[in-house]
């Protein structure tokens, strides 16, 4: 990898990285569904500037029941789950958890194919699962049994990423790497309008920050995210690609460290290793170019 791909790595886990940032400073003020919504029509409208600027062709439109599919499980759906836990849970936190989907996409390859896990792959779930214990653990004992609810729906998002993931796989040849971004996302954004409209109002008044928080989930951290990491996946390859999901928490919890002043105690240290080891285990169980392409992104 020379170092223009690894500058772009490492600023492809930045983007992705913030997005949880963005999420915890949004999600309050907007509300998930509103927030998620937004999210999504701005990454939509900057995914269709991008390819009208390169002549590329739209989406093919006899594919809409895949971009629905696909829309739902790798965008509406960890989306909005993301965005409702982004009201209570630390940006950090929840970074760490979403590196949870290269975990759950081993398991589920596994009993989708029906073939038993290997010793390696049994080692990775059950560190991930460990370091998931010590950090919901850290999390309840620090906000109350209230924080349940949002932390349940972090635990669920990256299982939707990993099922758009092997969704991906079985239908790889429907459409290209871009063509997925940008159909997936106007379908998503059809998709979570009917979820907004019913979503009362927050009361509060969104300020400065809460937009700019808005723009760059949207623009930075999906649209543009998503076109750098197909840049990667032509450049480098899937494999080493992938190693972007080692570097989001890194991110992740940096961000919420030097913006909202998130702790960073040995609890999230030692939770955040075990995860980030239990996905190193589990890695060659994934190295799939357009089912990543698909999937776990924040």
Known sequence: MGVADAIRLVVLAAAWGGAFL???IGAPVFGPAHLTAGRLALAAVFLLLVAVGLRRRLPPIGAWRH???????????????FAYAGRQ??????????????????GLGAWWRGAPLTGRTLTGLALGVAGVAVLAWDNLA??????????????VAPFFYACASLYAQQTAAIADPL???????????LL??????????????????????????????????????????????????????????????????????????WTLLLGGASVLAGIGLTNTRIALPRAKAAGAAP
């Open 142 to 155: 620090l906000a109350g049994a209230g924080v349940g609810p949002a932390l349940a729906a972090a635990l």
């Open 179 to 189: 063509d997925n971004a940008h159909g997936s996302m106007w379908a998503a954004t």
């Open 89 to 106: 849970l630390n940006a950090s936190f929840m970074s760490i958890l979403n590196a949870l989907a290269p975990i759950y996409a081993a």
């Open 67 to 81: 971009f629905l599919i696909l829309g739902a499980l790798n965008s509406a759906l960890p989306f909005l789950l």
């Open 192 to 265: 979570i309008l009917p979820v907004a409209a019913l979503e009362p109002a927050t009361g509060q008044a969104a300020g400065g920050s809460a937009w700019l928080a808005l723009v760059a989930l949207g623009v930075v951290c999906t649209g543009l995210a998503y076109l750098l990491y197909f840049q990667l996946i032509g450049r480098i390859g899937p494999t080493r690609t992938l190693t972007v999901t080692f570097l989001i928490p890194v991110f992740g919890v940096l961000w919420g460290a030097v913006f909202l002043g998130e702790p960073v105690g």
């Open 22 to 24: 963005c999420l915890r």
